[in-house]
C-alpha cells in the first residue's frame, strides 16, 4: 500500500539555523515525490519535485530509494519559511498521496 | 493569469442538506482533481477527471459523494445528505496533463486552488 509518513508535526528552528523535514514513503514501483508548501493565508503551491534536481529558495530533497526517505533540506533557515510543508507521492493518473504535514517555525 | 479558484470560500449547512461546490481550473487544463482536507491532516485525494470523464473515483469516500465535469472545464462536486464527518476544506487541483509517466516536465505539476471549507453543522 502506499504510504507517506512525516513523523513530526511541529518543527520549532531559529534564524540561520539548518533545517531539515522528514519525509519517508512506501510505494510499489517507481515513484515520484514532492514537496508542497503552505504558507499562511495563502494556497498550497509545490515547493520542490524530486525528478527536477533542483533547489528552491534554498531547499533540496534527495530521494533515497534504499532508506525510501525524501527528506527536505535548508542549511540556513529565514523567518519567511515559517509554513505548512507536505510530502507528497505521485501514483497512477497523478493523483497525490499527502503526509500530514511539518508545521515549521523559525524564530528570530 | 488566473489561477484555480473555488466557489463559494466558506460554506456552512445543516446534518442532512445537499451541497455543491465548485471548481474552475486553469484555462487549457485537462486534468482536475478533487481533495479533502480534515483539520490536522494533509489533503486527501478524491477523485479526479482527464477532460469530461473521472478517470478515477477511487477516493470518494462513499454514494453520498459526486463530481461532474460535463463540459472539460468547471467541475461540481456534490454531496447529499451531509453529516458532521464531511466537515473539512475541500481544495481543487488542476494540471495541464497527468500523465505522470511524462516526467521532467512542468506539465504535471497540479496548481491548487484556495479550498472551500465546508462546516456541517
Known amino acids: 500500500a502506499q504510504r507517506v509518513t512525516q513523523p513530526e508535526k511541529l518543527l520549532s528552528v531559529f534564524k540561520g539555523a539548518p533545517v531539515e523535514l522528514k519525509c519517508n514513503y512506501s510505494?510499489?514501483?517507481?515513484?515520484?515525490l514532492f514537496w508542497y508548501v503552505q504558507y499562511s493565508r495563502q494556497r498550497l503551491q509545490l515547493l520542490l519535485r524530486?525528478?527536477s534536481r533542483e533547489s528552491i529558495k534554498g531547499f533540496t530533497a534527495d530521494l533515497n530509494k534504499g532508506e525510501t526517505s525524501f527528506h527536505l533540506k535548508k542549511p540556513f533557515a529565514q523567518e519567511e519559511d515559517s509554513a505548512m510543508y507536505y510530502c507528497?507521492?505521485?501514483?497512477?493518473?497523478?493523483?497525490?498521496?499527502f503526509g500530514a504535514g511539518t508545521q515549521v517555525v523559525v524564530t528570530p | 493569469g488566473a489561477g484555480v479558484s473555488q466557489t463559494p470560500s466558506n460554506k456552512v449547512t445543516e446534518k442532512g442538506k445537499y451541497v455543491e461546490l465548485r471548481c474552475d481550473p486553469i484555462?487549457?487544463?485537462?486534468?482536475l482533481y478533487w481533495y479533502r482536507q480534515s483539520l490536522g491532516q494533509g489533503p486527501e485525494f478524491l477523485i479526479y477527471?482527464?477532460?469530461?470523464?473521472?478517470?478515477?473515483d477511487s477516493g470518494l469516500p462513499n454514494d453520498r459523494f459526486f463530481a461532474v465535469r460535463p463540459e472539460g472545464s468547471v467541475s461540481t462536486l456534490k454531496i447529499q445528505r451531509t453529516e458532521r464527518g464531511d466537515s473539512a476544506v475541500y481544495l481543487c487541483?488542476?494540471?495541464?496533463?497527468?500523465?505522470?509517466?511524462?516526467?521532467?516536465?512542468?506539465?504535471?505539476?497540479?496548481?491548487f486552488g484556495p479550498g472551500t471549507r465546508l462546516t456541517v453543522l
Open positions: 487541483a488542476s494540471s495541464l496533463i497527468s500523465d505522470r509517466r511524462i516526467t521532467g516536465t512542468q506539465g504535471n505539476e497540479q496548481f
Open positions: 510505494y510499489s514501483g517507481s515513484p515520484e
Open positions: 524530486h525528478i
Open positions: 507528497a507521492l505521485s501514483g497512477r493518473g497523478g493523483k497525490l498521496q
Open positions: 484555462s487549457g487544463h485537462t486534468a
Open positions: 477527471f482527464q477532460g469530461t470523464g473521472a478517470a478515477d
